[in-house]
């Protein structure tokens, strides 16, 4: 459902602009030192969690920083803003993203899901269940992209998607440690509850932890 | 209550709530992204503007000019504050170099201003509108070379750099077998998940930090005395921490530069550090060089032992004191370690999980695998052999518990150690050479003096506060136990309210002696609440029983609630550690064993199995104990195969300053993980009967792996990482 403040973006305009934030820092660079020349901005609607926001974002706002700060869902955790630790991961049409790494501007039209729309704390989502069962977190700061990467992941190896673990690309996806381990390692965890963590995603997705692997 | 002497019978010995495997009570809010952190409090400090720290882009010198004014009328910017405009600062007792420099430069990244705008992009877009100009010196980055000039530094937490006992240089001229082994360890990323992140908010001359720390009173003093201001006037906030492993003992510049926005700005200011940041603008532990010689005799006693270490720091630092890893773990008459560091002008070095004694036991315990082979012992039998229960320097000095070799047989058993090859290269599966490694985990367990203010409410449920924090460690957890065990009643009748300069200030989270301090200040605070219901009931503290939410005494039995009345029933008390600590030695043991697969052609090494068997006297939370434990053991795998902060040694900084480029373990590096815990509590540390878990796991097990990747490959590698490029050249 929209607001009044929406508006239709159709695909193309999402490309357009996303198009035009790229080109932003050069326009900005060419107008250094005129004085408090406003920035770019761009009204948008992001459908996350199933509920559409009306937002007027600076188009430099990544989708991280567009649920963080502007939607105030800071589940989404800021570890790197790289694309090099995993904390930010979100689903977005059911497919799992960096959400550092992307731009709001470039998501209207998009279904996000976010760590507060797989479940609340009184009605856990199946994964959010097992890393509390399994103690698959330590201080909790990479735990919601954690869980939101086992969610896409799984789906991926519902589709038969190959990973760099995968020995016969002809047989249809087994979850394996060694598959589960390689998938999640987009995701760090320094307090290095792994082996947990592997435990609870097998435990979610009905497939036996297993102990040695090489 | 002070803690005196030896603990008899206590109520926690009941272990109807402690001891038992409990999930963490604030687990589902963590696996909802409920639980709030520092940068993320939205309804306490509304619309805050956004802070952007810049670094410093020389390693030593001094800026010669600073226009802040392409800043400053960057759009959305509010202020811009420098060391030139922020008024007066001091420097906080814990801190070594200033967190907002100029015009000296004392390290690569150090902050030197902070943009405040409107918008995180405004800020970081001003950042960029700064222009500074500097004056470089020359400074000094290479421990190799500053080695040289490294001096004897000044005791610390009561160690003595230097110790010696016996004739060392005799016996070891005089040993039938000795080795004389150098090793290298780098400097180290804490690498936290959550970055250094700070909000500040000011009303009139009180200032609110909602921050990610690991002390609250230290940095609340540290923080008031850098602005000087009364720390009265100063709240730290701090009840989830994203990971500290000690980087966040201290108050670092993301905090500083929030409270001095957002008084420029006035208005509240959330400042964190972008990621490419912290390696250089905060801590790291420092790298080390360390000399080990070992002699024995033909029964493979250690005859003459000497570790010696080399660290080096900023100016003022402190020193990286390996030595303590091995300065008592091993039986033998002649013996000396010693500490020498050096002035280097790289980021600040300070604490990081285990300091000292992981980089010192990443060395030492290499060396007792080199000297068992040279033997011609069994490593496992060569550290049964040389176990000893008291202080080697000083015998009358007992461990107070210390079953170190139970923990290697344990060990031993489970892992199949006896199918260990102890011919170097000698097992091949496919094209993976496979090899099994051992080592000593040997931690100290020290105490904190610990409060907490407990209270019963009218609804009959029990609220604890104190300043305590949770980095991760499970804090919320065995305390909620232990108020729940000495209070009788459920778990989920507790409410654990932590990370708050309002409340009683306690241990802290650091140097493993969180758990076991800050649960012994709740157990007085309980014993005292427990005296005022028994005063409220006008019956003899002794002769109340308390269970079940219902306290009885004689034919009474009254709902805790009710006893508390309305009003409620609070009281506040801490623990202090008074006994005799020359005594007893107190520390926590553990076994690690470690298989590796080293590849025949690539030289790529894969952890393939781990287990440790540790010894830390009781156990609070089973789960939570053995998650510590993992955890270290994931980061010593790090420390063992990839972690190194490189330095640029011309420029003088740490080059590879992100998780893309410091490499941390990732799911694919590590297996399966088993803990077991030995049986064990420990009465003459505290009334809990616990040690410490925190930093024991991460103890000797880089070296295990390191002697397994020797078993597998004859290949003996003493400078960490062990990456492939040395395994081919070795």
């Not at chain 1, 501007?105 to 479940?119: C, F, N, Q, R, S």
């Not at chain 1, 987009?186 to 307090?191: E, K, L």
């Not at chain 2, 405004?122 to 010196?137: D, F, M, N, P, Q």
């Given at each position: 459902?929209?607001?009044?403040?929406?508006?239709?973006?159709?695909?193309?305009?999402?490309?357009?602009?996303?198009?035009?934030?790229?080109?932003?820092?050069?326009?900005?660079?060419?107008?250094?030192?005129?004085?408090?020349?406003?920035?770019?901005?761009?009204?948008?609607?992001?459908?996350?969690?199933?509920?559409?926001?009306?937002?007027?974002?600076?188009?430099?706002?990544?989708?991280?920083?567009?649920?963080?700060?502007?939607?105030?869902?800071?589940?989404?955790?800021?570890?790197?803003?790289?694309?090099?630790?995993?904390?930010?991961?979100?689903?977005?049409?059911?497919?799992?993203?960096?959400?550092?790494?992307?731009?709001?501007?470039?998501?209207?039209?998009?279904?996000?899901?976010?760590?507060?729309?797989?479940?609340?704390?009184?009605?856990?989502?199946?994964?959010?269940?097992?890393?509390?069962?399994?103690?698959?977190?330590?201080?909790?700061?990479?735990?919601?992209?954690?869980?939101?990467?086992?969610?896409?992941?799984?789906?991926?190896?519902?589709?038969?998607?190959?990973?760099?673990?995968?020995?016969?690309?002809?047989?249809?996806?087994?979850?394996?440690?060694?598959?589960?381990?390689?998938?999640?390692?987009?995701?760090?965890?320094?307090?290095?509850?792994?082996?947990?963590?592997?435990?609870?995603?097998?435990?979610?997705?009905g497939v036996p932890a297993a102990g040695r692997s090489a | 209550m002070k803690f005196t002497q030896t603990e008899g019978k206590n109520r926690t010995d009941r272990q109807k709530v402690i001891g038992k495997a409990t999930p963490r009570i604030e687990g589902a809010l963590k696996a909802t992204g409920k639980a709030t952190y520092a940068y993320e409090w939205h309804d306490i400090a509304p619309k805050p503007a956004f802070g952007y720290v810049l670094g410093a882009a020389i390693a030593k010198g001094r800026i010669t000019s600073m226009d802040t004014s392409g800043a400053e009328s960057s759009a959305g910017v509010l202020a811009v504050v420098t060391a030139e405009n922020a008024g007066p600062l001091d420097k906080g007792n814990f801190n070594v170099v200033k967190?907002?420099?100029?015009?000296?430069?004392?390290?690569?990244?150090?902050?030197?201003?902070?943009i405040v705008a409107r918008t995180f992009e405004e800020a970081r877009a001003g950042a960029t509108k700064i222009k500074v100009r500097y004056a470089s010196e020359p400074g000094v980055y290479d421990l190799e070379v500053a080695k040289e000039t490294a001096v004897k530094p000044p005791a610390r937490w009561g160690n003595e750099p230097d110790s010696a006992a016996g004739d060392f240089a005799g016996a070891f001229a005089a040993a039938p077998f000795k080795i004389d082994a150098t090793y290298h360890t780098p400097a180290h990323s804490h690498a936290m998940m959550e970055p250094f992140a700070s909000i500040a908010a000011w009303k009139g001359d009180e200032l609110t930090v909602w921050t990610a720390n690991q002390m609250i009173a230290w940095s609340r003093a540290?923080?008031?005395?850098?602005?000087?201001?009364?720390?009265?006037?100063?709240?730290?906030?701090?009840?989830?921490?994203?990971?500290?492993?000690?980087?966040?003992?201290?108050?670092?510049?993301?905090?500083?530069?929030?409270?001095?926005?957002?008084?420029?700005?006035?208005?509240?200011?959330?400042?964190?550090?972008?990621?490419?940041?912290?390696?250089?603008?905060?801590?790291?532990?420092?790298?080390?060089?360390?000399?080990?010689?070992?002699?024995?005799?033909?029964?493979?006693?250690?005859?003459?032992?000497?570790?010696?270490?080399?660290?080096?720091?900023?100016?003022?630092?402190?020193?990286?004191?390996?030595?303590?890893?091995?300065?008592?773990?091993?039986?033998?008459?002649?013996?000396?370690?010693?500490?020498?560091?050096?002035?280097?002008?790289?980021?600040?070095?300070?604490?990081?999980?285990?300091?000292?004694?992981?980089?010192?036991?990443?060395?030492?315990?290499?060396?007792?695998?080199?000297?068992?082979?040279?033997?011609?012992?069994?490593?496992?039998?060569?550290?049964?052999?040389?176990?000893?229960?008291?202080?080697?320097?000083?015998?009358?000095?007992?461990?107070?518990?210390?079953?170190?070799?139970?923990?290697?047989?344990?060990?031993?058993?489970?892992?199949?150690?006896?199918?260990?090859?102890?011919?170097?290269?000698?097992?091949?599966?496919?094209?993976?050479?496979?090899?099994?490694?051992?080592?000593?985990?040997?931690?100290?367990?020290?105490?904190?003096?610990?409060?907490?203010?407990?209270?019963?409410?009218?609804?009959?449920?029990?609220?604890?506060?104190?300043?305590?924090?949770?980095?991760?460690?499970?804090?919320?957890?065995?305390?909620?136990?232990?108020?729940?065990?000495?209070?009788?009643?459920?778990?989920?009748?507790?409410?654990?309210?932590?990370?708050?300069?309002?409340?009683?200030?306690?241990?802290?989270?650091?140097?493993?002696?969180?758990?076991?301090?800050?649960?012994?200040?709740?157990?007085?605070?309980?014993?005292?609440?427990?005296?005022?219901?028994?005063?409220?009931?006008?019956?003899?503290?002794?002769?109340?029983?308390?269970?079940?939410?219902?306290?009885?005494?004689?034919?009474?039995?009254?709902?805790?609630?009710?006893?508390?009345?309305?009003?409620?029933?609070?009281?506040?008390?801490?623990?202090?550690?008074?006994?005799?600590?020359?005594?007893?030695?107190?520390?926590?043991?553990?076994?690690?064993?470690?298989?590796?697969?080293?590849?025949?052609?690539?030289?790529?090494?894969?952890?393939?199995?781990?287990?440790?068997?540790?010894?830390?006297?009781?156990?609070?939370?089973?789960?939570?104990?053995?998650?510590?434990?993992?955890?270290?053991?994931?980061?010593?795998?790090?420390?063992?195969?990839?972690?190194?902060?490189?330095?640029?040694?011309?420029?003088?900084?740490?080059?590879?300053?992100?998780?893309?480029?410091?490499?941390?373990?990732?799911?694919?590096?590590?297996?399966?993980?088993?803990?077991?815990?030995?049986?064990?509590?420990?009465?003459?540390?505290?009334?809990?009967?616990?040690?410490?878990?925190?930093?024991?796991?991460?103890?000797?097990?880089?070296?295990?792996?390191?002697?397994?990747?020797?078993?597998?490959?004859?290949?003996?590698?003493?400078?960490?990482?062990?990456?492939?490029?040395?395994?081919?050249?070795?």
């Amino acid at each position: 459902m929209q607001g009044p403040g929406d508006f239709e973006v159709s695909r193309r305009d999402v490309l357009k602009l996303g198009a035009a934030a790229t080109a932003v820092p050069l326009v900005a660079k060419g107008q250094a030192g005129s004085p408090a020349e406003a920035p770019v901005s761009t009204q948008l609607s992001l459908n996350v969690n199933g509920k559409v926001h009306a937002l007027k974002l600076d188009t430099r706002t990544s989708l991280l920083d567009a649920l963080r700060d502007h939607l105030q869902l800071t589940g989404s955790k800021k570890g790197c803003d790289h694309g090099q630790c995993g904390a930010c991961t979100v689903l977005v049409n059911g497919r799992r993203i960096n959400s550092c790494l992307s731009l709001a501007v470039m998501h209207a039209g998009d279904k996000i899901t976010t760590i507060e729309g797989l479940g609340t704390p009184n009605k856990m989502h199946a994964m959010q269940a097992a890393f509390v069962k399994h103690d698959g977190f330590q201080c909790g700061y990479c735990t919601p992209g954690q869980i939101c990467s086992a969610v896409g992941m799984l789906s991926e190896v519902k589709a038969n998607v190959p990973s760099h673990a995968t020995t016969d690309l002809t047989a249809p996806c087994a979850l394996t440690n060694p598959e589960l381990r390689e998938r999640m390692s987009g995701n760090i965890c320094r307090c290095g509850a792994y082996s947990n963590i592997a435990e609870a995603i097998a435990d979610a997705a009905g497939v036996p932890a297993a102990g040695r692997s090489a | 209550m002070k803690f005196t002497q030896t603990e008899g019978k206590n109520r926690t010995d009941r272990q109807k709530v402690i001891g038992k495997a409990t999930p963490r009570i604030e687990g589902a809010l963590k696996a909802t992204g409920k639980a709030t952190y520092a940068y993320e409090w939205h309804d306490i400090a509304p619309k805050p503007a956004f802070g952007y720290v810049l670094g410093a882009a020389i390693a030593k010198g001094r800026i010669t000019s600073m226009d802040t004014s392409g800043a400053e009328s960057s759009a959305g910017v509010l202020a811009v504050v420098t060391a030139e405009n922020a008024g007066p600062l001091d420097k906080g007792n814990f801190n070594v170099v200033k967190l907002l420099a100029g015009p000296e430069i004392q390290h690569y990244h150090q902050a030197i201003a902070v943009i405040v705008a409107r918008t995180f992009e405004e800020a970081r877009a001003g950042a960029t509108k700064i222009k500074v100009r500097y004056a470089s010196e020359p400074g000094v980055y290479d421990l190799e070379v500053a080695k040289e000039t490294a001096v004897k530094p000044p005791a610390r937490w009561g160690n003595e750099p230097d110790s010696a006992a016996g004739d060392f240089a005799g016996a070891f001229a005089a040993a039938p077998f000795k080795i004389d082994a150098t090793y290298h360890t780098p400097a180290h990323s804490h690498a936290m998940m959550e970055p250094f992140a700070s909000i500040a908010a000011w009303k009139g001359d009180e200032l609110t930090v909602w921050t990610a720390n690991q002390m609250i009173a230290w940095s609340r003093a540290d923080l008031a005395k850098t602005l000087k201001m009364p720390p009265e006037k100063v709240r730290v906030v701090s009840p989830y921490v994203g990971g500290g492993f000690g980087g966040k003992l201290w108050i670092r510049a993301d905090v500083l530069l929030a409270a001095l926005g957002a008084r420029a700005a006035k208005r509240p200011v959330k400042v964190a550090l972008p990621r490419p940041m912290m390696a250089n603008n905060t801590v790291h532990r420092p790298a080390t060089i360390q000399r080990v010689r070992l002699g024995a005799g033909k029964d493979g006693k250690i005859t003459a032992f000497a570790h010696e270490n080399w660290a080096g720091n900023q100016k003022g630092g402190s020193t990286e004191t390996a030595t303590l890893a091995s300065r008592a773990l091993y039986a033998g008459a002649n013996r000396m370690t010693s500490n020498r560091n050096a002035t280097l002008d790289l980021p600040e070095g300070n604490a990081m999980r285990a300091p000292g004694d992981a980089p010192g036991s990443m060395a030492f315990e290499i060396a007792i695998d080199e000297i068992a082979e040279k033997v011609g012992l069994d490593p496992v039998e060569f550290r049964v052999i040389n176990d000893t229960q008291v202080n080697p320097e000083k015998p009358a000095q007992t461990y107070s518990t210390r079953k170190l070799i139970q923990c290697l047989k344990t060990g031993a058993e489970k892992f199949g150690w006896s199918k260990r090859n102890a011919k170097p290269g000698a097992v091949r599966d496919g094209n993976w050479l496979v090899g099994l490694g051992v080592a000593t985990a040997y931690r100290g367990a020290p105490t904190m003096n610990s409060g907490a203010r407990v209270r019963i409410e009218s609804s009959g449920r029990v609220i604890v506060e104190t300043d305590m924090t949770d980095i991760g460690t499970g804090s919320y957890t065995i305390i909620g136990q232990t108020a729940a065990e000495m209070m009788g009643v459920p778990l989920d009748r507790v409410d654990v309210r932590l990370g708050d300069s309002n409340f009683p200030v306690s241990a802290g989270s650091g140097g493993q002696f969180g758990a076991v301090s800050a649960t012994s200040g709740v157990y007085a605070a309980c014993l005292k609440l427990r005296e005022a219901i028994a005063t409220k009931l006008g019956v003899a503290a002794d002769t109340l029983e308390i269970d079940d939410g219902f306290a009885v005494a004689g034919s009474k039995r009254v709902a805790l609630g009710e006893v508390a009345g309305t009003e409620g029933l609070s009281a506040e008390d801490k623990i202090e550690f008074a006994t005799d600590r020359e005594k007893h030695l107190h520390y926590t043991f553990g076994a690690h064993f470690v298989e590796v697969g080293v590849h025949a052609i690539t030289s790529e090494v894969r952890v393939r199995r781990m287990l440790a068997v540790c010894h830390a006297g009781r156990i609070l939370n089973p789960p939570a104990a053995r998650n510590q434990i993992i955890g270290a053991m994931t980061m010593g795998v790090g420390a063992a195969l990839m972690e190194e902060l490189v330095v640029d040694k011309k420029v003088g900084f740490f080059v590879n300053h992100d998780l893309a480029s410091y490499e941390v373990p990732v799911h694919a590096d590590i297996p399966h993980q088993e803990c077991v815990f030995l049986d064990d509590e420990d009465p003459t540390v505290s009334p809990m009967k616990a040690l410490g878990v925190g930093e024991l796991g991460i103890c000797g097990v880089s070296a295990a792996v390191a002697n397994a990747v020797y078993n597998a490959t004859g290949k003996r590698v003493r400078d960490y990482p062990i990456t492939i490029d040395k395994l081919m050249r070795t």
